[in-house]
């Protein structure tokens, strides 16, 4: 029997829907990933999407892709052109009550004030009249509950949690802003691991205490995100955490053995490679990614609205509290120790593990040099993560969560302030070796198609090493390794300066797009002389065609 046309159609169209239910149902979360996450609904929709708290969603490299929205570093040049801000008149009338955690980072307000209580010799009495009280509150929820009952005006945060609990917050209509920047985590944050575990890959299959909606919970996620894991080992891994009730106890875990990993911060994060000597090292700290988790004092509305001088000269008096750390060190160390029941070289290594944050990295954190803003890019990627993870329901965009004035207000003081950042490292050059005291803490194989016998990159390859740029600038204090491979065809000269070139072509791009400087990157053609497939069969010389990725961590 002879089909008509039409029926030729029909039965096409059958078997598309069949082919395309097949891949929805075994590739689809794949599928959703490869295309990005979906954005926020527009403020005042209401509920986010669905998901059981802490429900494994898939969260892969997509939804990280914010992170890299941030501005380019300032190039170390002198903040200028920020519009001085009016905080207006106001203020508090009593002890202004600052909650905070057993963290570092809050050292300057300490300093400031002479200790927790209020001090008629501490600088934010004399130079200001005003009475700051600290308390110590570790527990993030008994923090914010102290904060929503109004026992403390201002409390301690990281900007991936203020994202959640600015929706919490929301959610009962209550309000409050971040109102200052107190450090870049730099090392304070970080994976503890057996020794045997050498990069985030060597994670697979292994058992991971963390505590979740945490920084340290934020800090994996991102970590395996950019990891050469595929989606059904990350899954996998999500699916297996060993849940912790805080920090410590995750450090706690490691050192008892129950777990191959751990995610926490400083002190316990050392803490935890001492207690097993040998056998545990930190696998990945913020020492590498930089820019990902950020500390910041948040403020309640009401106080913001009625007493906006005496946030202004709290966030001043704090700004002369760094001043104070680096003209004595000793004696400040002494201090922060004191108060909180540490000696004085922990907290010295607490402090090497952050970036204390003076007037220059405020203003460009908040966005008041640029366009963009840290600040912006930091929350709401946290929002989208936290969203997919079921445990945020109102919407809020980062700038309903912010009150940048009390920083914009002292601009005057602070002409031309310039932002201080550490050297960055410099890759070793030509075809040399990494060092061993290097480690490559994520490798990742990528498929980079060239135009044949060339080293021009195609345009079907851009959106594969955009991702890779986002990575180098969010890891910032590590550099590339870029490994050109090809197959056996053809004379071993011609595919190793083929395979050097193409792999220096990658390097280019990157450095021309995202303003990475060429120093942080080794640029290697291995030609034929590193396989991992067989070159008798076509599918095994595909295999051999690759660029190798590795992200290295000098221990310079």
Not at 62 to 88: I, L
Not at 255 to 261: E, F, Y
Not at 273 to 287: K, M, P, Q, Y
Not at 445 to 453: A, D, E, K, R
């Amino acid at each position: 029997m002879k089909l008509t046309p039409l029926a030729k159609v029909f039965i096409a169209l059958v078997v598309l829907a069949v082919i395309g239910y097949v891949v929805y149902a075994r590739f689809g979360d794949q599928l959703r990933e490869w295309a990005g996450s979906p954005k926020p609904p527009v403020a005042g929709s209401g509920v986010a999407g669905p998901a059981q708290p802490g429900a494994t969603t898939g969260i892969g490299k997509a939804d990280f892709t914010g992170v890299a929205e941030a501005p380019a570093d300032p190039g170390r040049a002198g903040v200028t052109g920020v519009a001085t801000a009016n905080v207006g008149e106001g203020k508090l009338g009593r002890t202004l009550v600052v909650g905070i955690n057993t963290w570092a980072g809050h050292a300057p307000g300490i300093v400031a004030n002479l200790g927790l209580e209020p001090n008629p010799a501490g600088l934010y009495k004399t130079r200001y009249g005003l009475d700051v009280k600290f308390v110590l509150l570790d527990d993030p929820a008994a923090k914010l509950a102290a904060f929503r009952k109004g026992d403390i005006d201002v409390m301690w945060d990281t900007v991936d949690s203020w994202a959640r609990e600015a929706s919490i917050l929301a959610e009962s209509g209550e309000k409050a802003k971040a109102i200052l920047m107190q450090d870049w985590s730099r090392g304070g944050d970080g994976i503890v691991s057996l020794k045997t575990i050498r990069s985030i890959e060597d994670l697979r299959g292994k058992k991971i205490a963390t505590t979740l909606f945490t920084p340290s919970h934020w800090l994996l996620l991102y970590m395996l995100a950019q990891s050469g894991l595929t989606h059904e080992e990350r899954n996998a891994l999500e699916k297996d955490f060993v849940v912790t009730t805080d920090a410590p106890a995750a450090a706690a875990a490691f050192k008892a053995g129950r777990v191959d990993a751990a995610v926490t911060w400083e002190p316990d994060l050392s803490g935890a490679v001492e207690a097993r000597g040998d056998e545990a090292h930190i696998l990945v700290s913020t020492a590498a990614a930089t820019n990902i988790i950020a500390d910041v004092l948040v403020a309640r509305q009401d106080v913001v609205d009625r007493a906006p001088t005496t946030l202004r000269d709290f966030v001043h008096g704090w700004f002369d509290g760094i001043d104070q750390m680096k003209s004595d060190p000793a004696q400040s160390n002494e201090i922060v120790a004191r108060e909180l029941k540490l000696d004085a070289e922990t907290v010295s290594g607490m402090l090497s593990g952050l970036k204390l944050t003076p007037f220059a990295d405020n203003a460009q954190f908040f966005g008041l040099t640029t366009a963009k803003s840290h600040f912006d890019t930091l929350f709401n990627s946290a929002f989208v993560i936290w969203r997919k993870k079921g445990v945020v329901t109102r919407v809020i965009d980062a700038k309903d969560a912010l009150d940048s004035r009390f920083v914009a207000s002292l601009a005057a003081l602070y002409p031309g302030q310039q932002v201080v950042e550490a050297a960055q490292p410099v890759a070793p050059t030509g075809t040399a070796t990494v060092k061993p005291t290097d480690r490559a803490i994520i490798n990742k194989q990528l498929s980079i198609h060239f135009t044949p016998n060339s080293a021009e990159i195609m345009p079907g390859s851009f959106f594969t090493l955009d991702a890779l740029g986002e990575t180098m600038v969010s890891f910032g204090n590590t550099y590339l390794r870029v490994e050109g491979n090809t197959d056996s065809t053809g004379a071993r000269a011609l595919n190793v300066a083929l395979s050097q070139q193409r792999a220096a072509a990658v390097r280019d791009y990157l450095v021309k797009n995202f303003a990475i400087p060429e120093s942080r990157f080794q640029a290697i053609g291995r030609g034929p002389d590193n396989p991992i497939a067989e070159n008798t069969t076509e599918a095994g010389r595909m295999l051999n065609r690759r660029t190798d990725i590795k992200v290295v961590l000098s221990a310079e």
